[in-house]
């Protein structure tokens, strides 16, 4: 296949992905989504659409010629020009790598613009420039959509919260909500997506505080709780080091202590290969909802694991 033609089979792509979306978007009322997923293997990008906004991930060109490099770059600008002709985009490219500890949430950038997205009713600021993640993951927009449904007058615990996105569903749905993460940037930054979507801020908790300290510390109970930690951290207060597979049974239980008689743990995370081990299985009603939770504008259906997990009564989704 000739350059020209793995040019023209991407730009292909792009419009027969974004036609394939088109009822979903308007059915789903969102301005943020995945339209592209290494679909062709001579072009391994990712590519998300946020409102303005296109964000372009590189995903294994670190070690290709970089005229090749540069000639895939352009590539890809130009066919996502042509793709939004009438409704120009501003690209962004950013180079996705495996990473760890405080380099996943490092910045990038200092420019400090945050950029308004639809998703439903709510609404999220995201920020295109300084961080390698937006502040919005697109691959739980089911679950916000559920956690907005069944949280009225609900306690709803959400660990590990980065910028309160589940926060902000499950208060819009009417649920009281503690958001809990170890960073004072991303909580303001949960701040104000709840006062973007007129959430008054008395009426939740935010916590600055390492997950698993907050967890030995607390005494509530929740009905709903949501557990989405990193694969791997070393950014704990105390040195703890955190291995979502190896700690998995510690941090469910402690969760699940927390949890109301008749309640519901949600535990997600994105380790592709990782298996819930047997003794929370024997332990607990689990049920596994990750095909149900992948968003149809996913490729990728091994983008998140989650689990639904209850003590008591039958279950449902």
């Not at 956690?147 to 069944?150: D, E, R, V, Y």
């Not at 008054?200 to 009905?223: A, P, T, W, Y």
């Given at each position: 296949m000739t350059d020209s033609q793995i040019n023209l089979e991407f730009e292909n792509r792009l419009k027969k992905n974004q036609k394939k979306l088109k009822g979903y978007l308007k059915q789903e009322n969102t301005t943020a989504y995945r339209l592209y997923d290494r679909d062709i293997p001579d072009y391994p990008y990712i590519v998300d659409v946020y409102g303005d906004y296109v964000i372009v991930y590189e995903r294994g060109l670190a070690d290709v010629d970089e005229a090749l490099r540069e000639k895939h770059l352009r590539d890809v600008t130009q066919?996502?020009?042509?793709?939004?002709?009438?409704?120009?985009?501003?690209?962004?490219?950013?180079?996705?790598?495996?990473?760890?500890?405080k380099s996943q949430y490092s910045k990038i950038n200092e420019k400090k613009e945050e950029v308004v997205v639809k998703e439903?009713?709510?609404?999220?600021?995201?920020?295109?420039?300084?961080?390698?993640?937006?502040?919005?993951?697109?691959?739980h927009r089911v679950l916000r959509k559920k956690?907005?449904?069944?949280s009225r007058g609900k306690?709803?615990?959400?660990?590990?919260?980065?910028?309160?996105?589940?926060?902000?569903?499950?208060?819009?749905?009417?649920?009281?909500v503690t958001s809990v993460d170890?960073?004072?940037t991303y909580m303001e930054w949960a701040k104000r997506n709840f006062t973007k979507n007129g959430l008054?801020?008395?009426?939740?908790?935010?916590?600055?505080?390492?997950?698993?300290?907050?967890?030995?510390?607390?005494?509530?109970?929740?009905?709903l709780i949501f557990l989405d930690p990193p694969t791997f951290s070393n950014e704990s207060k105390k040195n703890l080091l955190f291995d979502v597979e190896k700690d998995q049974v510690e941090i469910v239980n402690s969760c699940m202590k927390l949890l109301s008689s008749d309640g519901t743990l949600y535990f997600?995370?994105?380790?592709?290969?990782?298996?819930?081990?047997?003794?929370?299985?024997?332990?607990?009603?689990?049920?596994?909802?990750?095909?149900?939770?992948?968003?149809?504008?996913?490729?990728?259906?091994?983008?998140?694991?989650?689990y639904l997990l209850q003590q008591h009564k039958s279950m449902g989704v």
């Open positions: 066919a996502i020009i042509n793709l939004f002709i009438g409704n120009e985009k501003k690209i962004i490219f950013k180079e996705r790598k495996e990473r760890s500890g439903g009713d709510l609404q999220f600021l995201i920020n295109p420039h300084d961080y390698l993640d937006t502040g919005l993951f697109l691959d956690l907005s449904k069944i306690k709803v615990l959400n660990l590990f919260s980065y910028t309160g996105a589940v926060s902000v569903a499950a208060a819009f749905g009417g649920g009281n170890k960073s004072s008054m801020l008395d009426f939740h908790d935010f916590i600055v505080n390492d997950v698993i300290l907050f967890l030995k510390n607390e005494s509530r109970k929740f009905d997600s995370n994105n380790k592709r290969s990782f298996k819930l081990d047997p003794s929370i299985l024997e332990k607990y009603k689990v049920k596994d909802i990750s095909e149900w939770s992948i968003p149809t504008d996913f490729r990728d259906k091994k983008i998140h694991r989650l």
